[in-house]
């Protein structure tokens, strides 16, 4: 093991020690699981003493482990020679960065981030990627005067923060993470709730963002340059959005009139558009795919144009008679079909439940990642028209749109 890298546990062993232990990240994964984007490491209480929590971030999930501190420098020893490329130790008595490379090692330290430690207790609150006490979630009715959730706006406020944990981990596992300026356009803005949301998030210092940096980062902090537009067709609510943004100095930030299929984004590097109906799905995703955009993320709403053209197979005809079941099978084939046809396009996609369906029955979300290699356009292609072929649909718009 490089000499760096035992001076890091070495670091975070003494740190145990003597109760100076903070927490510690490991981040910028290489390794053979694309999923994992990060391991956070912190101090629990147990009935069997004091353990490291080890989290696990994946794309779509989190995991958990405990160890003990006698297993904890076998363990961190372990994960360091998996994959990730960078781990950042947190004590009151200092900071220490560790930058892995392919032949070499360096060890950076630096002044502690903070000098006191956190509380130990298993059950500590879930992180919020959102201030509940932001300005415009008390302008848009979410939050009370005093920064509380009001009771009635909870499940809205769960979508909302899920939502940008999802956006800063697909960022996080992007190109997008070192640049110093995003253009990002949301189509079908509506009231706002998750346009305002990512602007506070993303302009705000990387430090704030809980993200992995250098020392020197640390102590000056740069605030990414952030232009985003909403996109909305209702007048009165780009009046209010527009409104809401000036008075909160979000500079960078714009609401305007306009619909998904005629306005144009220009070049863009994130394409948002949550709950556009049907086919406007469709026309959002093909904006996202003309402007080259670095992550698309959809949340499909309504499945109109293919559950009208489902031919039900033989086998099928008896389930399919059910109108829930087709309704259920238009949306697997319509959502289906938009990822293999984004992946014709060179993007690599995920399709997972937003936020459990007690919140919100609009739950499914369509994430896609411009890659930078090829894809297997032929075989694709033939994997649509089986599809279409085998429940008689004859024109998918995405498609359409694609070939125009």
Request: hydrophobic share 35%; glycine share 6%; net charge positive.
């Amino acid at each position: 093991m490089d000499e760096h890298v035992e001076k890091f546990i070495a670091e975070a062993e003494k740190g145990l020690a003597d109760d100076t232990f903070v927490k510690l990240i490991l981040s910028n994964y290489k390794g053979t699981d694309r999923s994992l984007q990060k391991i956070s490491v912190r101090i629990i209480e147990t009935k069997k003493g004091k353990h490291l929590m080890f989290q696990s971030r994946f794309d779509t999930r989190d995991t958990v482990k405990n160890f003990s501190i006698a297993e904890a420098a076998n363990e961190l020893r372990r994960r360091l020679s998996s994959g990730f490329r960078n781990a950042h130790l947190f004590t009151t008595g200092g900071d220490f960065q560790l930058d892995i490379g392919k032949r070499n090692s360096r060890l950076t330290t630096g002044k502690p981030t903070t000098k006191a430690r956190p509380a130990t207790t298993h059950d500590r609150a879930k992180r919020s990627f959102v201030d509940p006490n932001a300005f415009y979630l008390k302008a848009l009715g979410i939050a009370t005067d005093k920064g509380e959730i009001k009771p009635s706006q909870r499940d809205k406020w769960r979508q909302i923060n899920k939502f940008i944990e999802i956006l800063a981990g697909l960022i996080e596992q992007s190109e997008l993470k070192d640049k110093k300026a995003l253009k990002i356009v949301d189509m079908g803005s509506g009231k706002g709730y998750l346009t305002f949301a990512a602007f506070d998030y993303l302009q705000k210092p990387a430090r704030e963002q809980g993200r992995n940096m250098n020392v020197e980062s640390e102590q000056q902090p740069v605030r990414p340059r952030i232009q985003m537009t909403g996109v909305e067709q209702r007048p009165e609510l780009i009046a209010l959005c527009n409104d809401i943004a000036k008075a909160g100095n979000f500079d960078g930030l714009k609401f305007v009139h306009g619909t998904i299929a005629d306005f144009d984004p220009g070049e863009i590097d994130i394409l948002i558009a949550l709950h556009a109906c049907d086919t406007a799905t469709d026309d959002a995703l093909y904006k996202g795919i003309v402007a080259n955009a670095s992550i698309i993320i959809a949340a499909p709403c309504c499945h109109k144009e293919i559950r009208k053209q489902i031919k039900p197979p033989e086998m099928l005809a008896g389930i399919l008679k059910h109108g829930i079941m087709l309704e259920r099978t238009a949306e697997t084939i319509t959502d289906g079909l938009r990822s293999l046809l984004l992946e014709r396009e060179g993007y690599k996609t995920k399709l997972f439940e937003f936020i459990a369906t007690e919140h919100t029955p609009k739950n499914n979300m369509l994430v896609a990642t411009l890659q930078t290699r090829h894809s297997n356009v032929d075989k694709i292609d033939m994997q649509i028209a089986e599809v279409k072929n085998i429940f008689g649909i004859a024109r998918q718009y995405l498609e359409e749109l694609l070939k125009s």
